[in-house]
């Protein structure tokens, strides 16, 4: 093979070169981000979990909002509905209801032993902090026994 001999003109200046060489490296290190950037899953997974998040709690508070627009809007139909005696009658059991409820509560208060009132005392508190397994717990039992009775009567 035989060389042919360059002008000045064709070939590069060190600068030329410098600059070539400095573009090169950098659309190599963005291409690299961009090849890493695809392959990383565990940050692709988190990206889509947490758009998924933010679309659930948009969805969840919008449907929040129409379930409470639909609950006033029955709320209201059923004041206007509902004739004023029946209102009053309503609010007249209830009333008598709660006394009747304040007088047994303060009944049992008066009539119940010092032991006896700290160990409901604690057992409330106890129930009170462990509530979500104790509804758990009894909503299994419900199930339980709704299977085992509809089981007796097949």
Do not use: F, I, N
Not at 38 to 63: C, F, G, I, S
């Amino acid at each position: 093979m035989s060389q042919h001999p360059r002008s000045d003109r064709s070939a590069p200046r060190p600068e030329e070169l410098r600059k070539t060489v400095a573009h090169t490296r950098e659309k190599l290190g963005q291409t690299v981000d961009a090849l890493a950037a695809k392959a990383d899953v565990r940050a692709q997974a988190m990206e889509k979990a947490a758009d998924l998040r933010t679309h659930a709690a948009a969805k969840a508070a919008t449907l929040t909002g129409q379930l409470r627009e639909t609950a006033e809007h029955a709320a209201r139909l059923a004041k206007d509905k509902t004739p004023d005696p029946a209102v009053d009658k309503a609010a007249h059991a209830a009333a008598q209801l709660r006394s009747t409820a304040a007088r047994a509560g303060q009944l049992a208060a008066d009539r119940t032993p010092d032991l006896v009132a700290d160990k409901l005392g604690h057992g409330a508190a106890a129930a009170r902090t462990y509530r979500t397994p104790l509804l758990v717990g009894v909503a299994a039992l419900g199930v339980l026994l709704l299977v085992r009775r509809s089981r007796r009567h097949r």
